[in-house]
């Protein structure tokens, strides 16, 4: 079946860089997305990637895309403490191309 | 360009109450999508709209909620009646490409309701 997995929780400090990981089930993926939902708010696209690339850059954001091993991130560079908030890996797959979400990834960034 | 606005913002009802939710989307997009997340858990997909007809019901609890779309731009979507269960963030969001590989969804702030 469809399934994308987060790690929860990532702590950094202020500066440093961020790398969430994601993994995903489906290899008919077709793209792929980063969605950031600061508190109280609604989710943000920040950015996505085709399952054909590898890697994707934009501007602080790194995304790479493992397609064999099913694996994806996204690498934040410098980060800041308005980055702190929840991190979901998304998925368009199977036939009827329905967006499978992850669980999140709690991004704290500590002064 | 104004974005994807929700009302209320927040909702506190006792169980078995009903309540709604209204969503106005971005000016031009045909799909809205309402969708539930529950607190620690990504976005569950309640229904898509293509103007306003129904893609996608198939995760909507039919038995209690319910959603139109008239004249295929707001919506409004219906808990009748409300469970315990149902305490979560109701999330609309419009698209201007339904299900196209590249679309890129647009998310309200959500209405956070607490059933008591």
């Known amino acids: 079946g469809e399934d994308v997995e987060q790690s929860l929780f990532l702590s950094v400090r202020e500066g440093d860089s961020s790398v969430i990981n994601c993994t995903y089930t489906d290899s008919s993926s077709t793209y792929l997305y980063w969605y950031k939902q600061e508190p109280g708010a ?19 954001l790194t995304v790479l895309l493992n397609k ?6 996204l690498r934040i560079a410098d980060t800041q403490t308005g ?10 797959a199977g036939n009827n191309r329905k967006l499978i979400w992850g669980l999140g990834t709690s ?3 500590n002064p | 360009e104004a974005g994807v606005a929700q009302s ?13 939710f209204w969503c106005n989307p971005i000016s031009g997009h045909a799909t809205l999508y309402w969708y539930q997340q529950i607190l620690g858990q990504g976005p569950k997909l309640l229904i898509q709209f293509q103007n306003n007809g129904v893609v996608d019901d198939s995760q909507l ?23 315990l269960e ?3 963030v109701y ?16 998310f309200g702030s959500g209405t956070q309701l607490s059933v008591l």
């Open chain 2, 61 to 83: 609890p039919k038995d209690r909620f319910s959603a139109e779309r008239l004249k295929g731009v707001d919506s409004t979507l219906k808990i009748q009646p409300a469970k």
């Open chain 1, 107 to 109: 991004l704290a960034v």
């Open chain 2, 86 to 88: 149902d305490s979560a």
């Open chain 1, 42 to 60: 609604g989710l943000q696209l920040l950015t996505y990637i085709f399952s054909n690339m590898d890697m994707k850059q934009d501007q602080r």
């Open chain 2, 91 to 106: 999330l609309c969001a419009s698209s201007p490409f339904p299900r196209e590989p590249n679309e890129k969804l647009f």
């Open chain 1, 83 to 92: 980055d702190s908030a929840i991190y979901f890996c998304a998925e368009r």
């Open chain 1, 68 to 73: 064999k091993d099913k694996h994806l991130s």
């Open chain 2, 8 to 20: 209320p913002r927040y909702k506190i009802i006792e169980k078995r109450q009903s309540v709604a």
